[in-house]
């Protein structure tokens, strides 16, 4: 039994993209709210399209704000990537926002898709704390210096690494094989290894090789490009072959 996931980001705003994507054999999907014009509207479309397909559903929000966090959860997300966190107050704030009192902070709805429209509410208030997914997005070096006190915030689900925005804060943005980058790398994995949190990698090309080598590197859970780059790589590597 292989002891990774492997799930893919959905960008484009259209349910016809989330329903082949649903399709597709991923473990998990994420929806971007952070770099997309996707609405709420939509987002609740495309929650249900990918649950109906068996498969888990992650929203990587806006921002680490509660009224969009709270939005993304009562649509029936099964959890949230919070993006560009820096420090340990940053995922206290995340997973308060995420769970019901005694654990955090939500405030309690019975109304929307989450909880069947109030039909299911008190099945979903009794095993929700346990089943939302919180993921902190290791995307700057603020972050990779505070990680530890990071990985000790009790509720934290996982991290995952955003690598062009941490290459970015060290200056060096792209440059994957910076020795300073390496170095984060290194930080992230000796540190993480010590908890028994989930760790993730954000592999942005789509390249096999990318995500074997994640793989063997220990990463719990990949994220493999996304919806416009697997159309765009397939479209030029069609084309170029007719040429």
Request: aromatic residues 12%; contains cysteine; charged residues 25%.
């Amino acid at each position: 039994m292989k002891k990774y996931t492997i799930g893919s980001w959905i960008t484009i705003d259209n349910i016809a993209v989330a329903e082949v994507m649903a399709k597709s054999g991923f473990d998990w999907l994420c929806i971007d709210l952070e770099h997309t014009v996707i609405d709420f509207t939509n987002l609740r479309t495309m929650i249900a399209i990918i649950s109906y397909n068996n498969m888990e559903v992650y929203v990587r929000v806006g921002a680490n704000d509660e009224l969009i966090i709270k939005k993304v959860l009562d649509s029936g997300a099964d959890g949230i990537i919070v993006p560009l966190v820096k420090n340990n107050k940053d995922v206290i704030n995340a997973v308060n926002y995420s769970l019901y009192p005694p654990f955090g902070t939500r405030g309690v709805n019975s109304l929307s898709r989450a909880q069947g429209y109030g039909f299911e509410f008190e099945k979903y208030l009794k095993t929700v704390n346990k089943k939302t997914k919180v993921i902190a997005q290791i995307e700057h070096i603020d972050a990779i210096n505070d990680l530890e006190n990071i990985l000790k915030v009790k509720n934290l689900f996982g991290t995952i690494i955003g690598p062009y925005d941490l290459s970015a804060s060290l200056g060096i943005p792209g440059q994957f094989n910076h020795i300073k980058f390496k170095n984060a790398l290194k930080e992230y994995q000796t540190l993480t290894k010590k908890f028994k949190l989930k760790k993730g990698y954000h592999v942005t090309e789509p390249n096999i090789n990318d995500v074997k080598n994640k793989i063997k590197e220990g990463y719990d859970f990949i994220g493999f490009s996304w919806d416009t780059y697997f159309l765009g790589q397939l479209c030029k590597d069609n084309l170029n072959k007719l040429k």
